[in-house]
Nanobody
Framework: QVQLVESGGGLVQAGGSLRLSCAAS????????MGWFRQAPGKEREFVAA????????DYADSVKGRFTISRFNTRNTVYLQMNSLKPEDTAVYSC????????????????WGQGTQVTVSS
């Protein structure tokens, strides 16, 4: 089992920044690729960003590319999502997820999930 706990969400004005954290406990964190997904009210859960177990490769949704950065520190069992130039359309519940081996763009492929953290961007 891997337990994931997100933090860092909140209310921010458009153009502002937030950094989300996802703290992991349980099985060996560096065996898992990590992903961030988000879900806005009335919408499907969507892929935001992902990172391989080593941190050597990252990937982003087109909608956040150039604005968001995913990173991980395996010694701290933590993955981060730095979000800059936030837009109202970024408003959603953001969740981190762990997947054994490689990452996926599909949320159903992930094995473990955090409870999510709300991000609200005002215009």
């Amino acid at each position: 089992q891997v337990q994931l706990v997100e933090s860092g969400g909140g209310l921010v004005q458009a153009g502002g920044s937030l950094r989300l954290s996802c703290a992991a406990s349980g099985r060996t964190f560096n065996n898992y690729a990590m992903g961030w997904f988000r879900q806005a009210p009335g919408k499907e859960r969507e892929f935001v960003a992902a990172i391989t177990w080593s941190g050597g490769n990252t990937d982003y949704a087109d909608s956040v590319k150039g604005r968001f950065t995913i990173s991980r520190f395996n010694t701290r069992n933590t993955v981060y999502l730095q979000m800059n130039s936030l837009k109202p359309e970024d408003t959603a519940v953001y969740s981190c997820a762990a997947r054994l081996r490689g990452y996926s763009y599909t949320w159903r492929a992930y094995n473990y999930w955090g409870q999510g953290t709300q991000v609200t961007v005002s215009s």
